[in-house]
């Protein structure tokens, strides 16, 4: 792929992340997903190498770079058939969120362990009732009159917290119950008592689970909210959710590029007429050439979106990360698609390993945000349209 936007410094951690993830490969993710095990030796060897926290502040053991190297670590290691989604919520929201509005305390507790891996954070914000719709979140955090909170409410499809030591919660104060969304967000250790989480059985083939989460008057120290509580708002929110869905785009293009690789090492080489391998057919070989455009142009929107993030312009990202998550998804879904299709019967065996990829591929188009909310919000922030709800 053609990396012209890049400097040498990008180039080079494209290579050198390449090559870790090639070093561990599909085999070894899909291996451990049949097991239903976490890659905790990939995780691990990436942390020790600067990997997970590449965005995050030198001062706490990060990179002290930004979302462009971050999307590059993910993008990097989904193409080589070996991505990690945690990359998406440990180091790209919350490590985001505490390293921007954090107290010093949540900082040195949680960011040097979230750079190198040996600390990993989930994030909830996806209720059974609210969906899309995260104004409608009823998660409630009250005074516990002893300087603390007590927090109760349910959330689902929340990936990882078997293997987070804490998840990031966003809920609501309970002044601002009735009104528009005031969010706050608190650290949630795993074993704090009323705080349970069960797996939901997905169609998936991955190592990262879904859990529903309830949280049943959970009783959280004043230091678990994220910053201040005059602080607590939508800019807290935003500030992890443009890396968010840079990190979607990052994950769907990683996925992309790898089906179309494997479909075109097989087209190159399969033949099943007199001397021409079925690549040269230009029914198998455009929709190809027709993935990798598309593919190329959701990674230049994404690293739009991550340099108005690295850039500090919250507002101007929200369109971009919006706009290269849709792309990435788009472009990822057919990618896989064209992929398994070129295999033939092969691309439906496991040997291949390419048909797990079609639910993978879809988890894109309606994580972390559908392809219909950033529809709407291109439709209403952008164009200018009014609402129909
Ligand atoms: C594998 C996976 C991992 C996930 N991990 C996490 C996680 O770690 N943390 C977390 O908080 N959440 C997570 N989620 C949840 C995810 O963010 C939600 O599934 C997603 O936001 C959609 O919400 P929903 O499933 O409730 O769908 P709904 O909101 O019920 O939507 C259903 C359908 O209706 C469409 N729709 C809804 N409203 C509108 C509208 N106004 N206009 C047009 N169409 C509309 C949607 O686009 C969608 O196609 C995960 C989900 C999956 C599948």
Redesign the pocket.
Known sequence: MSTVLETEEHKALRAAVAALGTRFGRDYTTALARKGEHPRELWDEAGKLGYLGVNLPEEYGGGGCGMAELSIVLEELGAAGSPL?ML??SPAICGTVIARFGTEAQKRAWLPGLSDGSLTM?????E?D????SHRITTTARHDGEGGWILSGR??????VDISDATLI?GRTEDAKSGKLKPCLFIVPRDAPGFTHTPIE?E?Q?A?K?FELVLDDVRLPAGALVGEEADTGLLQLFAGLNPERIMGAAFAIGMGRHAVGRAVEYARTRTVWKGAPIGSHQAIAHPLAQAHIELELARLMMQKAAKLVDDGDDIGAGEAANMAKYAAAEACVRAVDQAVHTLGGNGLTREYGLASLITAAR?SR????????I??YVSHQTLGLPK??
């Open positions: 989604l998406v919520v989930s994030f909830g914000i996806t059974p609210a969906g899309s719709n959330k689902v499809f929340i990936s990882g966003v997905m998936l991955a990262e879904q988890v309606i994580a972390p945000v559908s392809r219909e909310m529809l709407n129909s709800y």
